[in-house]
């Protein structure tokens, strides 16, 4: 069914929802008597598998906890789960989920490409929406800059510019021939482009001497590696971040690239597990953005999620599980502030309203919500290391950086913001 104004306040008044300009408003006797529905759109199969199912796995245990302890403002939470896979195929989903399912509040969201192209369904819909990783810019250029109801990720390059400044920390005087090998699509050319341009902005003598592009998917890597080992590179810098990554890193094992040359890898947490000792050398500097699952600084709560996700699942939790969580805990305390002050059940406008400024503790560290509806939270890099009881590598060095030290303010441009940032340092 197509998604239109009409059938949503249909499906709303259905539901007793008073859909007029002041949208949302339940009845408190009917709102208590009723789950409190989320629906949940994540990658399950395919080259986003990995975040997706991370992501799906935290919101359930999240769910789990919250009805233990009563629920949201006294409602039980029921998670609607689907598939997100193509802009076209995750609206239709978000569409059933919102007319037939008749859900109260909407998260997930991997891809930038989806979120991009759903920010203005949501805004239709009225119905309250976080994503967890996608963002709606086109580019670095923010398209969507006064949502009402969507609630988006941090910037995607929040990991680059970290990324950045610490290879300059750690390498500085150790590299000067630069090549990079990032998924051809606005992610990676984004993030090599914020990798050079920093390079620029702290006089960094360097020289350019390959850019691959593989396109998304591409598991053949081989002509990419063989590029990059006729170029001679001092370092590479690289945002693969799906399934390709550990094959990439496989291939450059084999051909020497692993040993000549640094690496800077800002995103390659999303397959922290599969990136075995093998070919993955010490040294590198590697993103786990959010969510670093062997943080000994880590908070009792996420402490608490990684051993039940180790003992459950026999595996451990990339970022998306913190983008997951984070979203449910703003949720949670968002209703309940706006149902303190209401005295009642409140209106999504009243939620939505609740959530800006608001300041969580998530399982990646602090987190929280800026004016313009984008999110602000706890990034994690740092050199990897052999010296641990798993057969992949884990961070011995490693850096915490809050992101208002890492994207552009509300507004700003982002390559005139790095020209004149602090970046903390």
Not at 31 to 37: I, W
Not at 58 to 81: F, S, T, Y
Not at 152 to 180: H, W
Request: glycine share 8%.
């Amino acid at each position: 069914m197509k998604l239109t104004r009409r059938n949503l306040l249909k499906s709303a008044a259905a539901v007793g929802v008073l859909a007029t300009p002041a949208a949302g408003i339940f009845a408190p006797a009917i709102a208590q008597n009723k789950p409190l529905k989320i629906g949940v759109l994540a990658p399950r199969t395919g080259l986003a598998a990995s975040p997706g199912i991370s992501g799906i796995r935290a919101a359930e245990w999240a769910a789990e906890k919250m009805n233990a302890a009563g629920g949201i403002a006294g409602r039980k939470v029921q998670l609607v789960i689907d598939e997100e896979t193509s802009p076209k195929d995750t609206i239709e989903r978000f569409s059933r989920m919102v007319q037939q399912e008749q859900v109260d509040h909407v998260q997930g969201i991997v891809s930038t490409g989806v979120a991009l192209a759903l920010g203005p369904v949501v805004e239709e819909s009225r119905v309250l929406t976080i994503f967890w990783d996608g963002t709606t810019q086109d580019g670095v250029v923010e398209k969507l800059p006064n949502p009402k109801y969507l609630f988006r990720s941090t910037d995607n390059e929040c990991e680059a510019v970290m990324a950045s400044i610490l290879a300059i920390k750690y390498f500085k005087g150790q590299f000067k021939r630069v090549a990079g090998i990032n998924p051809d699509y606005s992610y990676g050319r984004n993030n090599q482009a914020a990798f050079v341009a920093l390079l620029k902005r702290f006089n960094i003598e360097h020289e350019l001497v390959t850019e691959q592009w593989p396109k998304v998917g591409t598991m053949d890597l081989t002509s990419h590696v063989a590029a990059l080992q006729a170029a001679k590179p001092d370092l590479i810098f690289s945002s693969l971040l799906f399934a390709d990554l550990p094959i990439f890193m496989k291939q450059a094992d084999a051909a020497g690239l692993t040993k000549s040359a640094k690496l800077v890898f800002p995103a390659a947490g999303w397959q922290h597990t599969a990136m075995k000792k093998d070919f993955t050398p010490e040294g590198m500097l590697f993103g786990h953005n959010t969510l670093y699952f062997n943080n000994p600084n880590a908070n009792a709560t996420a402490k608490e999620f990684v051993g039940w996700y180790e003992d459950k699942h026999k595996d451990y939790p990339n970022w998306e599980s913190d983008r997951a969580y984070f979203s449910m805990i703003s949720y949670q305390q968002a209703v309940e502030k706006a149902a303190k002050a209401k005295g009642g059940w409140p209106s999504v406008d009243q939620i939505a309203e609740a959530m800006i400024g608001l300041e969580v503790e998530s399982l990646g560290g602090k987190g929280g919500w800026r004016k313009d509806k984008i999110a602000d939270q706890t990034f994690i890099q740092g050199l990897t290391t052999h010296k641990n009881k798993y057969d992949f590598v884990t961070l011995d060095k490693f850096d915490t950086m809050y992101s208002t030290d890492l994207q552009k303010p509300a507004g700003a441009d982002f390559w005139e913001w790095i020209k004149t940032a602090k970046f903390g340092i």
